[in-house]
């Protein structure tokens, strides 16, 4: 018998590369749409931060003069700045209480952004005649330069003998600090390290400077939520936290005194 002859699929296997073939090319034409489009999408996003900038700009006009009307009052409360730094989490986590008894003659904090906002800002402390320095204003600038690399800048702060807050070495005692080679919050006037990641400026512009009433009126918020003798101060048993729980063991050594004085009697 004869053996059949094996028989070839030479035209499958072809089919099989010719549609593997097509899948590729309609993938990489897929893919150049795809980057033509997100072109599209990057212009309108670039179009979009442009006029973003312009409404930031108009609306930083708008709102100088009543940063001024606002920096008029506050110059009418005692202690409004220090206030304010104090009840801020962040910011108070940086202040020793030299700190605090130095922000005392602090009388006005002022951010400017430059004109055209995105180049950087500058923050402006405003002092009295203190012990401390002779500086009546301190003043800390940040930059973006053409590169795009951050950089800051700030006034030399003229001590006066002896009173030099930040070659203290240590810490006030019971005050947290975020940061341990800060030693002080004078500090970071001369802290040019990282300036794009400067999280003291940032919070002063962003967070506080926005709003800085609030902060100012955050521990009258907290006597008013809080409270002496409020739900907060109760533990798990409803009593105050503060108060002693009566020694029994002590009661019960007493009573039994009084019986055996009666037995004995």
Same mark, same amino acid.
Request: no cysteine; proline share 4%.
């Given at each position: 018998?004869?053996?059949?002859?094996?028989?070839?699929? &030479?035209?499958?296997?072809? !089919?099989? $590369?010719?549609?593997?073939?097509?899948?590729?090319?309609?993938?990489?034409?897929?893919?150049?749409?795809?980057?033509?489009?997100?072109?599209?999408?990057?212009?309108?996003?670039? !179009?979009?931060?442009?006029?973003?900038?312009?409404?930031?700009?108009? =609306?930083?006009?708008?709102?100088? &003069? =009543? %940063?001024?009307?606002?920096?008029?009052?506050?110059?009418?409360?005692?202690? %409004?700045?220090?206030?304010?730094?104090?009840?801020?989490?962040?910011?108070?986590?940086?202040?020793?209480?030299?700190?605090?008894?130095?922000?005392?003659?602090?009388?006005?904090?002022?951010?400017?952004?430059?004109? $055209?906002?995105?180049?950087?800002?500058?923050?402006?402390?405003?002092?009295?005649?203190?012990?401390? %320095?002779?500086?009546?204003?301190?003043?800390?600038?940040?930059?973006?330069?053409?590169?795009?690399? &951050?950089?800051?800048?700030?006034?030399?702060?003229?001590? @006066?003998?002896?009173? $030099?807050?930040?070659?203290?070495?240590?810490?006030?005692?019971?005050? @947290?600090?975020?940061?341990?080679?800060?030693?002080?919050?004078?500090?970071? %006037?001369?802290?040019?390290?990282?300036?794009?990641?400067?999280?003291?400026?940032?919070?002063?512009?962003?967070?506080?400077? &926005?709003?800085?009433?609030? +902060? +100012?009126?955050?521990?009258?918020?907290?006597?008013?939520?809080?409270?002496?003798?409020?739900?907060?101060?109760?533990?798990?048993?409803?009593? +105050?936290?503060?108060?002693?729980?009566?020694?029994?063991?002590?009661?019960?050594?007493?009573?039994?005194?009084?019986?055996?004085?009666?037995?004995?009697?």
């Amino acid at each position: 018998m004869a053996t059949p002859a094996k028989v070839s699929k &030479p035209e499958g296997k072809n !089919n099989h $590369d010719a549609a593997d073939e097509q899948a590729d090319k309609e993938q990489q034409e897929a893919i150049e749409q795809i980057d033509e489009v997100q072109n599209e999408i990057d212009k309108l996003n670039e !179009n979009a931060s442009e006029e973003i900038l312009k409404v930031e700009q108009k =609306y930083n006009t708008l709102r100088q &003069p =009543y %940063f001024k009307k606002r920096s008029d009052l506050i110059a009418k409360i005692p202690n %409004f700045w220090v206030t304010a730094f104090v009840n801020h989490p962040q910011v108070s986590a940086l202040l020793n209480e030299d700190d605090e008894e130095a922000l005392q003659y602090l009388t006005k904090v002022e951010v400017q952004e430059f004109e $055209d906002i995105k180049s950087g800002y500058r923050i402006n402390f405003y002092f009295d005649s203190n012990p401390y %320095f002779s500086n009546e204003m301190l003043t800390k600038e940040f930059h973006l330069n053409d590169t795009g690399d &951050p950089s800051s800048q700030s006034t030399p702060i003229k001590w @006066k003998e002896g009173k $030099d807050l930040t070659k203290k070495g240590n810490a006030t005692k019971g005050k @947290k600090r975020s940061l341990e080679e800060q030693e002080s919050f004078f500090s970071w %006037f001369g802290d040019h390290g990282d300036a794009g990641a400067d999280e003291l400026g940032e919070v002063i512009k962003d967070d506080i400077w &926005p709003n800085p009433l609030q +902060y +100012y009126l955050a521990s009258e918020i907290d006597e008013e939520t809080g409270g002496d003798g409020g739900e907060d101060d109760l533990d798990d048993e409803g009593n +105050y936290e503060d108060e002693e729980e009566p020694d029994e063991e002590g009661e019960e050594e007493g009573e039994g005194e009084e019986e055996d004085e009666e037995e004995e009697g």
